[in-house]
C-alpha cells in the first residue's frame, strides 16, 4: 500500500515513540546505577557525576558475585537439559505419527500457563525433607517444569515449518542416510534449537519465585532473589543504587541476545505462542 | 492443535494406519514408527508430567491437612477445612479481587497499547530493526530488574516521576490505589511487548489487498481497523487475551518488590508464598496454591469455551 508523505512521518514518529517507551525505564535504572552520594536523592533522571562506584561495590560482595554464579549455572544447565529433550520429542511431534503426540503437546501448553506459586510451595516442604532445599539440583529441578514446555511447544512450531521430504531428496541424489542427516536437517533445524534456546535461557533467567522459596543461603540463590535480600540483610548502608547496579549488570546478557538475535526471537515468540 | 506431519511421512503412512489403529494389528512400520514416537517424545513428556504432577498431587495431598512445619507432631488431617476457612475469610476475597482487577486492568491497556505497538511495528518502514529490538528488551528484562526500575521511578525519594508530575512528596506506595497504579504501570510495560509481538503475527496475516480493497471503497482510517484488521485477527486476539490474562493473575514478582503486599496490595501467589514460606502454614498455604491452580484452569475453560477461542485457527497452516 503506498502511504503519502505524511502518513510515513507519522509512522515514525510512531516508532520513535516506542522505542523511547521500550528503553526509558531501562535508561533510568542505568543511570540511577551510576549515581553516587547526594545525586542518588537528587530525583533528577540524570546523575551531576557519572559513578563507577556501585559497580565495585556489588563486585566486591560475595552476596551478589555467588549469586550471578548460580544464576549463570543454573540456567545454562536448565537450557541444555530442556532444549535436548525437547529437541527430541518435537521431532517426534513434527515428524512421527503415534497416538498420543497431541497430549504431549496439550499437557506442554497446560504446564506453561500454570500458577508457578502452586508447584514452589509443595516442593518447598518435599525438598526440605529430602535434602534438596538450597541446592542447584533443587532450582534446576523445577526450572524444567516451565522451560521444558516452552522448548517443546517452540520447536514443535519451528519443525512443522522443515521441509523434511528434502532428506530423501538427498539420498535419492546419492547422499547417505548420516550426509543427508548432517549436511540437510541440521542446518535446517539448527535455528529453531538456537531460538528455543535463547527463549528458554530468558525464562530460567527471569525466575524469581522458585529463587526466593526454594532456597536459604548464597549456596544456590540467584540473582533475582538475591536482589530483594540487598535491601534488609545488606552491609550497603545505602542499596538503592547497588541494587541498580546489580540489575543492570544482570540485563546486560539479556540486551546482548536481544541485540545480536532479534530477527530469531521474534520469529520464535510469534510461531511458539500463535501457533502453539 | 493437530501438527501436520511431513509430506511424505503422511503420504506413506496414512493408509496404513487408519486402518491399523480399528484392528489393533499395526504393520510393522507404523509399529516401528510409533514405538520411536514414544522413545524421542517420551523422556520430554515423563519429566513435564513429574515436576509439575507431582508437587500439585502433593499440595492437594498436604492442603488436607491442619499442618505448620514448625510444629510437626500437631499434624491432623481436617479434611476440606482448609478450603472452608479460606473461602470464608474475608482476607481471601478482598485478594482475589485485587488480583483480578489487576489482571483485568493491565491486560485490558495491554491489548490497546499492544495493538498500537503493533500496528506501528507493522507499518512502519524505516527504524525496523532498532524497534524491534528496542521492544525485546522489556520482554526480556528479568521481571524483578522492572519492578525495581519502576518502584524506584515512583519513590518520592529517588523517583523522577514526582517531579517530573509536579507531585512534590506524594507517596505512591502509602496508598492502596496509588500503589497498585505504579504496579499496573511496571506489569504493563515488562508484557506488553509479549503481547504486541503475538498481535503483530495475526496482523502479518491479512493480505494487504483487503484493506486497498475497503480504501478504494472508501472507508475510513478507523472503519478499516474495525470492520476489516480487527476482525480478520480474531484469533491472534483471543490467543494473546489468554496467554496474559493466565501470566498475570499469578502476578507475583512485581508486588513483592514494589510493595511486598503492603497497604492491601497483597495478590493471591502472594498469599500463598506468605502463608507456606513466611508463616510455615504448610496445610493452608497449600489450598491457596491449589484454589489459585483451580482459578487458572477456569479462567482458561471459561476463555475456550465462552469465546470459542480456537487456537488452531491461529495457526498459519490453515491459510
Redesign the interface.
Known amino acids: 500500500m503506498k502511504a503519502s508523505r505524511q502518513v510515513q512521518i507519522a509512522w515514525v514518529v510512531g516508532a520513535i515513540l516506542v522505542i523511547l517507551y521500550a528503553i526509558i525505564p531501562v535508561f533510568w535504572i542505568v543511570s540511577l546505577s551510576f549515581k553516587e552520594g547526594d545525586d542518588i536523592t537528587n530525583k533528577s533522571f540524570l546523575p551531576t557525576v557519572w559513578s563507577w562506584a556501585n559497580y565495585r561495590t556489588v563486585f566486591a560482595s560475595d552476596l551478589f558475585t555467588t549469586a550471578l554464579r548460580n544464576s549463570v549455572g543454573m540456567a545454562l544447565i536448565a537450557t541444555t537439559i530442556s532444549v535436548i529433550l525437547a529437541t527430541l520429542a518435537a521431532y517426534a511431534i513434527s515428524r512421527l505419527e503415534f497416538p498420543g503426540k497431541r497430549l504431549v503437546l496439550g499437557v506442554a501448553l497446560a504446564i506453561t500457563v500454570f500458577p508457578v506459586i502452586a508447584i514452589a510451595t509443595p516442593l518447598f516442604n518435599l525438598w526440605r525433607n529430602i535434602g534438596l532445599y538450597d541446592t542447584w539440583l533443587g532450582l534446576i529441578i523445577p526450572y524444567l517444569s516451565y522451560s521444558l514446555p516452552l522448548a517443546v511447544y517452540v520447536l514443535a512450531a519451528f519443525f512443522r515449518e522443515i521441509p523434511w521430504e528434502m532428506e530423501q531428496a538427498a539420498q535419492v541424489d546419492g547422499a547417505t542416510a548420516w550426509q543427508a542427516f548432517r549436511r540437510v536437517i541440521v542446518p535446517l533445524a539448527a535455528p529453531g534449537v538456537f531460538t528455543a534456546a535463547i527463549l528458554t535461557f530468558f525464562a530460567v533467567w527471569n525466575d524469581f519465585v522458585f529463587g526466593i522459596t526454594l532456597t536459604s543461603s548464597e549456596a544456590a540463590r540467584p540473582v533475582p532473589a538475591a536482589l530483594a535480600f540487598f535491601q534488609g540483610a545488606s552491609q550497603f548502608s545505602q542499596p538503592t543504587a547497588p541494587i541498580a547496579a546489580a540489575a543492570v549488570v544482570v540485563t546486560i546478557p539479556v540486551v546482548i541476545l536481544v541485540l545480536l538475535f532479534q530477527r530469531k526471537i521474534v520469529a520464535g515468540l510469534t510461531s511458539g505462542a500463535v501457533k502453539g | 492443535?493437530?501438527?501436520?506431519?511431513?509430506?511424505?511421512?503422511?503420504s506413506q503412512?496414512?493408509p496404513v494406519?487408519k486402518p491399523a489403529?480399528r484392528k489393533v494389528r499395526l504393520t510393522d512400520r507404523?509399529r516401528h514408527?510409533?514405538n520411536?514416537?514414544?522413545?524421542?517424545?517420551g523422556?520430554?513428556?515423563i519429566?513435564?508430567?513429574a515436576?509439575?504432577g507431582y508437587?500439585?498431587l502433593?499440595?492437594i495431598w498436604?492442603s488436607l491437612f491442619d499442618y505448620r512445619?514448625t510444629d510437626p507432631a500437631g499434624r491432623d488431617f481436617i479434611g476440606l477445612g482448609n478450603y472452608g476457612m479460606i473461602l470464608t475469610d474475608a482476607l481471601f476475597w478482598q485478594q482475589f479481587g485485587i488480583t483480578t482487577l489487576i489482571t483485568v486492568v493491565t491486560v485490558a491497556v495491554e491489548l490497546v497499547l499492544g495493538f498500537?505497538?503493533a500496528?506501528?511495528?507493522h507499518?512502519?518502514?524505516?527504524?525496523r530493526?532498532?524497534?524491534?529490538?528496542?521492544?525485546?528488551?522489556?520482554?526480556?528484562?528479568?521481571?524483578?530488574?522492572?519492578a525495581?526500575?519502576?518502584a524506584?521511578?515512583f519513590s518520592n525519594?529517588?523517583?523522577?516521576v514526582?517531579?517530573m508530575l509536579g507531585l512534590g512528596e506524594f507517596d505512591w506506595f502509602g496508598g492502596t490505589w496509588s500503589a497498585l497504579f505504579a504496579v499496573c504501570v511496571a506489569e504493563i510495560?515488562k508484557t506488553t511487548?509479549?503481547m504486541s509481538?503475538?498481535l503483530?503475527?495475526?496482523l502479518a496475516q491479512i493480505p494487504?489487498d483487503y484493506?486497498?480493497a475497503a480504501?478504494v471503497d472508501g472507508a475510513k482510517a478507523w472503519q478499516r481497523v474495525k470492520r476489516v484488521i480487527l476482525p480478520n485477527m480474531k484469533a491472534?486476539i483471543m490467543?494473546?487475551l489468554l496467554?496474559r490474562t493466565?501470566?498475570a493473575?499469578?502476578i507475583?514478582?512485581s508486588i513483592?518488590?514494589m510493595t511486598a503486599g503492603a497497604q492491601n496490595t497483597e495478590t493471591l501467589?502472594f498469599l500463598?508464598?506468605r502463608q507456606?514460606?513466611s508463616r510455615v502454614m504448610?496445610g493452608l498455604?497449600?489450598a491457596v496454591?491449589?484454589i489459585?491452580?483451580i482459578l487458572?484452569v477456569l479462567i482458561?475453560f471459561l476463555f475456550l469455551k465462552v469465546f470459542k477461542t480456537d487456537?488452531s485457527q491461529?495457526?498459519?497452516?490453515r491459510k
Do not use: H, Q
Not at chain 2, 530493526?129 to 521481571?143: C, D, F, Q
Not at chain 2, 525519594?157 to 523522577?160: D, E, L, R, S, W
Not at chain 2, 491461529?314 to 497452516?317: K, S, T, V, Y
Open positions: 492443535m493437530s501438527i501436520t506431519t511431513s509430506a511424505s511421512a503422511a503412512d496414512a494406519t489403529r507404523s514408527e510409533r520411536l514416537g514414544w522413545l524421542l517424545a523422556p520430554a513428556f519429566v513435564m508430567v515436576v509439575t508437587p500439585i502433593n499440595a498436604l512445619l498500537a505497538l500496528m506501528v511495528m507499518r512502519a518502514l524505516y527504524l530493526t532498532p524497534l524491534r529490538t528496542a521492544i525485546l528488551v522489556p520482554y526480556g528484562i528479568i521481571t524483578v530488574v522492572s525495581y526500575a519502576w524506584y521511578a525519594t529517588y523517583g523522577f514526582n517531579p510495560w511487548p509479549f509481538l503475538l503483530l503475527a495475526g494487504d484493506l486497498e480504501k491472534a490467543v494473546a496467554f493466565l501470566d493473575f499469578r507475583f514478582d513483592f518488590i501467589s500463598a508464598y507456606t514460606i504448610i498455604g497449600s496454591s491449589v489459585l491452580a487458572v482458561a487456537l491461529a495457526r498459519g497452516d
